[in-house]
């Protein structure tokens, strides 16, 4: 019987492995180009990008009420659902050519779907690990999917620099292969079923204790420090420095080239030091990556920064760094764990806490976006260091024997 069991574990995560690979690649041929969808498709400018922002962030917030009304489904009859609206979403925009408005309700939908996979993800990952190391563990997963990620990237890079790829065309075919890749990643979570026992509450369970306070604050900080990343970083390169979809590839390839052997390094890092530590050196890399940031921002909006291959490679060299540093935020789902009163806690929890940092990062966003319009982009980077500040005092208050509460499997 208990060989039965580890046989059927090894087989659950080979076949995790494989959804994480091809969800990797999926998420490098949509989300991670979305901005250039958006200014290349529609014509968008830095104050209606962070509108966008609201039905693309607000999955978030509502992603706590589903996982926690349908806790009794199990993480993955639930990350079958997700995967299915984002199949319907995707498919939608990239073959029925919407008008703008259409398009942000299929963005909508296709960003509910990949909102509730992500805390079922984290879940299912740590669910598969050893209980003494669950960084490193999660950071092999990572690392499989930033792998894969930089795979996505190299054909984003390739098909848009030979115009096989278009985001002015009938049919956007980067967005129809993500599709296709979302059904078999469905088929394969049903396969998954016959060797991996589903992690469910017995009821509905809607999660929020005072003994995660620290974790929602964490949470909170981070939804509005993301945006400046996800949006407002590339933004410079894309709105400032002129870089179309397939110069963004670029960078993609080369942060996830590094981001394979840097992620389960931080896997590693995360179960020697423990998620605190790891805390402090993340919000601390993103003061030095907004400061330069801001500095690049001021200078050439203001017309005193010049030299463009010397601001390229620096600007590409700062947003490097800042991919790195989001590389270190699986620590904050490792401290969760760590410090959950039952097993059952954590998929809601994590739902609790990624709807707390979206409802940040839906305000954030349309704020930076005015910030940027009206007072200049330099003061968007300045926001985000006050941020990064803020965690910094929370991390270092964070007991360090709390990383040793390890729920029982």
Not at 126 to 139: F, N, P, R
Not at 245 to 269: E, H, K, Q, S, T
């Amino acid at each position: 019987m208990a060989d039965k069991t580890i046989e059927n574990k090894k087989k659950a995560i080979a076949i995790f492995m494989v959804i994480v690979a091809l969800s990797g690649l999926a998420l490098g041929l949509t989300d991670s180009v979305f901005s250039n969808y958006f200014r290349d498709a529609f014509d968008v400018y830095a104050f209606r990008r962070g509108l966008i922002e609201f039905p693309r962030e607000l999955p978030g917030v509502i992603t706590v009420l589903l996982v926690s009304v349908f806790a009794f489904m199990g993480n993955r009859r639930l990350a079958l659902v997700a995967h299915a609206l984002s199949i319907i979403g995707i498919f939608a925009m990239g073959l029925g050519s919407p008008s703008f408005n259409v398009m942000l309700i299929f963005l909508f939908i296709n960003s509910l779907g990949m909102h509730m996979f992500m805390p079922l993800y984290d879940s299912m990952a740590m669910s598969l690990a050893k209980k003494d190391s669950v960084g490193t563990a999660m950071g092999r997963f990572n690392g499989l999917r930033t792998g894969f990620g930089m795979g996505a990237a190299i054909l984003v890079f390739v098909g848009f620099r030979t115009e096989f790829f278009s985001f002015t065309t009938p049919v956007i075919l980067n967005f129809v292969i993500a599709g296709v890749l979302f059904i078999v990643i469905f088929f394969l979570l049903i396969y998954l079923g016959r060797f991996m026992e589903d992690t469910r509450a017995e009821k509905s369970r809607f999660v929020f204790r005072k003994e995660y306070s620290k974790f929602y604050l964490l949470a909170i900080l981070f939804g509005g420090r993301k945006q400046i990343m996800y949006v407002y970083g590339p933004w410079v390169l894309i709105e400032l420095l002129g870089f179309g979809a397939d110069n963004m590839a670029l960078l993609m390839i080369a942060g996830a080239g590094i981001g394979i052997f840097f992620i389960p390094m931080v896997g590693r890092w995360i179960d020697k030091f423990g998620p605190a530590k790891i805390m402090i050196v993340e919000a601390c890399l993103f003061l030095a990556v907004y400061l330069g940031y801001g500095v690049i921002s001021a200078g050439v909006s203001g017309g005193w920064l010049v030299g463009a291959t010397a601001l390229i490679v620096l600007t590409v060299a700062i947003a490097i760094i800042d991919r790195m540093t989001m590389m270190l935020g699986m620590n904050r789902a490792v401290y969760m764990r760590s410090i959950a009163v039952t097993p059952e806690d954590v998929t809601p929890t994590l739902a609790t806490g990624m709807a707390l940092d979206h409802i940040v990062s839906i305000g954030s966003a349309i704020l930076c976006g005015f910030i940027w319009q009206r007072l200049g982009p330099q003061y968007v980077f300045v926001f985000s260091g006050v941020l990064a500040v803020g965690n910094i005092f929370i991390a270092r208050s964070i007991r360090k024997e709390g990383h040793q509460n390890e729920p029982t499997d």
